[in-house]
């Protein structure tokens, strides 16, 4: 079993409406051949089970809360969410969240995508750091 990690960053500030997929920035750090940015997801090839580790700051635009989940090809990533409460429009929040996946390879190479969507609320994204590593 190859060890593989990725570390992106985007502390570009972006606009993104609820419902929209987070812009996950730059490859900071990378290491193996099973992980990879790929427009605004990160890849996963190989057979194996990846640890998930994600940091966001947010501004809304309004109060009320503000969810931000992991989809792994389209699909929820159960439990890898976080969700916080603005009490006023511009306030800063910090969202954490972690999540364990399992990609299956029984007779061939697979290949996923991992993505991280804003809900609850249009937002400002000012920070999202996201490290995946294979265990």
Do not use: H, W
Not at 28 to 42: A, E, Q, T
Request: glycine letters at 10%; aromatic letters at 6%.
């Amino acid at each position: 079993m190859a060890q593989s990690a990725i570390y992106v960053v985007n502390n570009s500030i972006q606009d993104v409406a609820a419902g929209g997929i987070i812009n996950l920035g730059t490859i900071i750090r990378r290491f193996g051949r099973n992980l990879n940015l790929s427009g605004n997801g990160i890849q996963v090839a190989g057979e194996g089970y990846y640890d998930i580790n994600v940091s966001v700051t947010v501004s809304p635009s309004t109060e009320g809360e503000v969810t931000i989940t992991a989809y792994k090809d389209g699909v929820a990533i159960p439990g890898a969410m976080a969700t916080e409460t603005a009490a006023a429009a511009g306030d800063y929040i910090s969202l954490s969240l972690v999540g364990l996946i399992r990609e299956a390879c029984y007779c061939c190479e697979s290949l996923s995508s991992l993505t991280f969507v804003l809900s609850g609320l249009n937002a400002s994204v000012t920070n999202i750091a996201v490290v995946v590593k294979k265990l």
